[in-house]
């Protein structure tokens, strides 16, 4: 594991780098550390880090394209025939709230939505 020990974000967490990938805080490097034992032992399977999820597509309003919104969550993985995603949060923001919901609105009949 890499720490950044000066470089802080808003939120005070660490920066840290496992297997090449940049994770925003110590706790969402864990969490990718204990998913991909699991992974490993066979209790969970396509294991993906930041999965993009459509919310709204782009569209044309008076002339001038809007750009389509996105929601990024942290994991995703499947348990059985369980797709779950998973977001590791510390404070979650009023951006984080509005896109979680919108995000459950839409895919809630596909995902199973965890937060750790």
């Known amino acids: 594991m890499n720490y950044y020990p000066r470089q802080r974000n808003k939120y005070w967490n660490q920066k840290t780098i496992i297997d ?67 977001d590791v949060k510390w404070k979650k923001t009023d951006v984080y709230k509005l896109k979680r919901k919108l995000f459950l609105k839409k895919y809630w009949e596909t995902y199973q939505f965890v937060e750790s």
């Open 20 to 86: 090449g990938y940049k994770f925003d805080s110590k706790k969402e490097a864990t969490r990718y550390s204990e998913l991909k034992l699991l992974q490993k032992s066979w209790h969970i399977k396509n294991l993906r880090l930041q999965p993009k999820f459509l919310i709204q597509n782009r569209f044309i309003f008076e002339k001038k394209v809007e750009r389509e919104i996105n929601y990024i969550a942290d994991f995703y993985y499947e348990i059985d025939e369980n797709k779950i995603v998973e």
